[in-house]
C-alpha cells in the first residue's frame, strides 16, 4: 500500500514537472472586440472555427491573451499550427496587411500581431437569414445603445 502510494506521488510530481502551458498573445487591429484561437491540435478545436478559443481582452491594450493548458510551444511548432479569428468562422480569418491570406502560424510569438480581419464580426445586435430570390442572405439589425 505505501508503495502504491509513492507511486501516485511520484506520478503527480513528475506529471507538475513535465505538463507545461503555452501563453498565447496577439496584439490585434484597433477596435477588434472578439478574437479567439483555432488550430490543429484538439485543444485549439481541430480547426473548427465555430468551436475555436475564445481569447481575454487585456485592459487598456488592443491586445488578448489565453493559456492553453496541457500543450507546449514545441506542441504547436510540430502540428499544422493556428490562426486567429474575430467571430465563430473562417470569414473572420486574419488577413496579410495586403488582405491576403494568412499562412498557418507555427510559432507563437510574444505577442503575434494581427494585421487585419477578412471579415470583423459584430456580436452586437440581431441576426437573421432572409432568402431573396433564392438566395440566402444574412442580415444584422444593429440596436442603439
Known sequence: MKRLLLLLVLHCVLCIVHCENVTF????PEGTKHCFVVGGLPELSSWAAGAAVPMNKVDGLNQFAITIEGITAEDVAASDGYKY???PDWKYVEVTSSGGEMS???SVGNPDVVAGWRNVYAQEGIVETW???DKEYDVQI???D
Open 25 to 28: 498573445r496577439v496584439n490585434v
Open 104 to 106: 498557418n502560424r507555427k
Open 85 to 87: 479569428v474575430c467571430g
Open 131 to 133: 432568402t431573396i430570390a
Open 142 to 144: 444593429l440596436l442603439p
